[in-house]
């Protein structure tokens, strides 16, 4: 969560019956789990061009799946889509795909290959993340 997420978040968290510390000392599902730590490792071994890579997938995803739902009257979505139609994200995610087009330009062979795998293995995980919402996974022990 960025601090520009966190007003929202917690709104959301007080509509749910939640608190911050809630969240903050919640499980986080095997996908999730998993995706951190693709994000932790690359940014830890792989360099800029990569990490950029690997984190553009998550809010490219915010945005196109505002654009799908659109506006919402639901009381906890409608929150959620209004957030992400008012707020930078269009804008932060074009402005972060341009870093990264601008990245790759200068990049030799092997960090393009490097950052095309950690944005698909990002995007990959992003798919995951929102099925593992959905379907509300949890660790099978």
Known sequence: MTPVERPLHNQLFAAAGLTQ??????VRSPANTAYVNHMLQTASLHGLGPTA?????CPWTYHLLR???GQSEHPIYGQWTRFYVEGLL?????AWRGFVDQIAENASPIEKDAMRQAFLTSSRYEYMFWDAAHNRQQWPV
């Open 21 to 26: 510390s809630d969240a903050e000392n919640s």
């Open 90 to 94: 269009e804008g932060s995610v074009t």
């Open 53 to 57: 890579a690997a984190l553009l997938p």
């Open 67 to 69: 654009e799908e739902v």
